[in-house]
């Protein structure tokens, strides 16, 4: 299972950016990918997740109403698209594949792909 994740960049606040994750269409149909974050001195964060059966997605309340999780298993792509940016949403962003049904468990993420950078800064 290779997840890759992209599409990271310089974004000022109150701009969009879209990040990507891309997989095979196997991996889609056979997990959720799930996106966390890590910010320079904080631990990592679990941010949103969608299931690969019912497409039943998470979000963590501090990206609720801004990030939407995305999935187009034709193009093998998981997305997140993330509006209304604000400085706390700078870290490196990675996704990672594991079991919907376990999401939110300590060592969630049976595999994982490299980070992309999003830094939100005027």
């Known amino acids: 299972v290779q997840l890759q994740a992209s599409g990271g960049g310089l974004v000022q606040p109150g701009g969009s950016l879209r990040v990507s994750c891309a997989a095979s269409?196997?991996?889609?149909?056979?997990?959720?990918i799930g996106w966390f974050r890590q910010a320079p001195g904080k631990e990592r964060e679990e941010i949103s997740c969608?299931?690969?059966?019912?497409?039943?997605?998470y979000y963590v309340d501090s990206v609720k109403g801004r990030f939407t999780i995305s999935s187009d298993p034709a193009k093998k792509m998981v997305y997140l698209q993330m509006n209304n940016l604000k400085f706390e949403d700078t870290a490196v962003y990675y996704c990672?594949?594991?079991?919907?049904?376990?999401?939110?468990?300590?060592?969630?993420?049976?595999?994982w792909g490299q980070g992309t950078l999003v830094t939100v800064s005027s």
């Open positions: 969608i299931s690969s059966v019912d497409g039943k997605t």
């Open positions: 269409r196997s991996t889609l149909d056979r997990y959720a």
């Open positions: 990672a594949a594991d079991s919907w049904s376990t999401w939110g468990d300590p060592g969630w993420g049976d595999y």
